[in-house]
């Protein structure tokens, strides 16, 4: 009985580790702006209100400000609309062209919740 109880407890840590590691780490727009080089390729998560997005044929680009400062974020499906609270993960890329624009340091979404109002 005691073996059991080891052996769950075992396996309920390492399952715990497995998904911390698996979730990206939130962070703040004010971060990536100021360094991103430490986060370029890496997978994040940040939080803000849509200021701008523009869309077309499943694809596009929108605006996220979390209050301490914006960033386009782009995406291969439909954009957000304007004012809309979304959380946002995804990868940080610098030097950043769609569709005939330089976006400077993007984020490419690869996840998106969008809270409702």
């Not at 769950?8 to 703040?28: E, G, K, M, Y």
């Not at 209050?67 to 499906?77: A, C, H, K, P, S």
């Not at 400077?104 to 919740?113: A, C, N």
């Amino acid at each position: 009985m005691h073996l059991a109880k080891k052996l769950a407890a075992t396996a309920l840590i390492f399952a715990a580790l497995l998904l911390l590691t698996a979730c990206p780490s939130q962070t703040t727009i004010s971060k990536i702006n100021a360094d991103p080089a430490r986060y370029r390729g890496k997978e994040v998560a940040i939080v803000g209100t849509v200021r701008d997005s523009y869309g077309a044929l499943g694809q596009g680009a929108y605006e996220l400000d979390d209050g301490t400062g914006r960033l386009w974020v782009v995406t291969r499906r439909g954009v957000p609309s304007r004012g809309a609270r979304v959380g946002v993960k995804g990868h940080v890329y610098t030097g950043f062209n769609f569709g005939g624009r330089n976006y400077g340091t993007v984020l490419e979404e690869s996840d998106r919740r969008v809270k409702d109002r």
